[in-house]
Nanobody, 124 residues
Framework: QVQLVESGGGLVQAGGSLRLSCAAS????????MGWFRQAPGKEREFVAFISWSGGSTYYANSVKGRFAISRDNAKNTVHLQMNSLKPEDTAVYYCAKSRGHAYSTDPYDYDYWGQGTQVTVSS
């Protein structure tokens, strides 16, 4: 079992920044890759960012590339998502998720544990 708890969401003006955190417990954190997803009202859950178990490889959705940065601290069992130059279209509930394996994937079905989500609202 793995427990994931997100924090750091909130209300921010367009152009602003937020840093999301995800605290993991229950298994050796460095054994697995992690991802961030988001879901806006009336839309499907979409991939945002991926980080390998070591942190050596990262991937991003085209919509956030150059603005968001994913990182992890295996000593503290945390993964972060630094979000800069936020836009109103970034408004969504953001979820961290544990990958089933080590391979990069944008498919939510390749992730088996999810946090409860944290709301990010970007005003124009």
């Amino acid at each position: 079992q793995v427990q994931l708890v997100e924090s750091g969401g909130g209300l921010v003006q367009a152009g602003g920044s937020l840093r999301l955190s995800c605290a993991a417990s229950g298994r050796t954190f460095s054994d697995y890759a992690m991802g961030w997803f988001r879901q806006a009202p009336g839309k499907e859950r979409e991939f945002v960012a991926f980080i390998s178990w070591s942190g050596g490889s990262t991937y991003y959705a085209n919509s956030v590339k150059g603005r968001f940065a994913i990182s992890r601290d295996n000593a503290k069992n945390t993964v972060h998502l630094q979000m800069n130059s936020l836009k109103p279209e970034d408004t969504a509930v953001y979820y961290c998720a544990k990958s089933r394996g080590h391979a990069y994937s944008t498919d939510p079905y390749d992730y088996d544990y999810w946090g409860q989500g944290t709301q990010v609202t970007v005003s124009s």
